[in-house]
């Protein structure tokens, strides 16, 4: 048994553990975009809460669940969920304010 166990090419010593390569050498690695869409939300639900627009408060419940969806588990929770109360509180304070239905742009 242990004549087959030193002739196996995939033995202990052979092994070597993954490392990821840094994210200068791939420039795929550092996405950005995922924190530019929190951000996006959160100036959507600001700009929502202070001008009381309906319309903006569902963009950015919209922006935050796409960022919810593209969610890597490496990314800051603490951000993304931040953005995600804010739209959900800004849709609540809207209808709060002026329960109504949603005027049409046009």
Do not use: H
Request: with cysteine; aromatic share 12%.
């Amino acid at each position: 048994m242990s004549t087959n166990n030193m002739l196996d090419p995939q033995g202990p010593n052979k092994m070597l553990r993954y490392e990821p390569p840094p994210s200068e050498c791939n420039p795929d690695l550092d996405d950005s975009m995922p924190d530019y869409r929190n951000l996006l939300c959160m100036t959507i639900s600001m700009c929502s809460l202070m001008l009381k627009l309906k319309w903006c408060t569902w963009v950015a419940v919209y922006c935050s669940f796409i960022s919810f969806a593209n969610f890597r588990s490496s990314e800051d929770t603490k951000q993304m969920m931040s953005s995600f109360m804010l739209s959900i509180y800004a849709v609540v304070m809207s209808y709060l304010q002026n329960p109504g239905p949603m005027m049409t742009l046009w």
